[in-house]
């Protein structure tokens, strides 16, 4: 997103990112990554986006309610090498990609698009009743 003339992802990329993303959600339901301070269970991994080298995971994260969004990303940034270790137990693939946790606010996002679709037909039936 944002970028414009992104190439669309190959197939092994998304292949990757898949296999990441499911691995990574067990292991946080598992809560197997043994973070301080933090129950990995109320961690819901969106996306995985793989850089086309396959080395580096870009994860969207968000923490149940979406509440502490930024925090949760601080501390799995901090802590990325535990849920690396973590990770690299389940994977069985060449390179195990470097982790770089990202907020996912499109939840946010369409709630906010919602909001703006119900004003806009409360407006319009408050229009007609007028005219």
Not at 13 to 34: D, H, M, P, S, T
Not at 82 to 100: E, G, H, M, W
Not at 102 to 131: H, M, Q
């Amino acid at each position: 997103m944002g970028q414009i003339n992104q190439k669309p992802f190959s197939q092994r990329q998304l292949r990757v990112g898949e296999l990441v993303k499911q691995n990574l959600g067990e292991l946080f339901i598992r809560n197997e990554a043994k973070i301080p301070n933090m129950n990995s269970k109320f961690i819901t991994v969106t996306e995985v986006r793989m850089t086309p080298d396959l080395k580096t995971a870009r994860i969207y994260v968000i923490p149940l309610g979406g509440s502490e969004i930024t925090e949760t990303v601080k501390i799995l940034t901090e802590y990325s090498h535990l849920v690396r270790k973590a990770l690299s137990k389940r994977l069985d693939i060449k390179f195990l990609p470097k982790l770089t946790f990202v907020e996912d606010n499109s939840f946010e996002y369409a709630e906010k698009i919602e909001k703006i679709i119900k004003e806009n037909k409360i407006n319009d039936k408050e229009k007609k009743r007028y005219n």
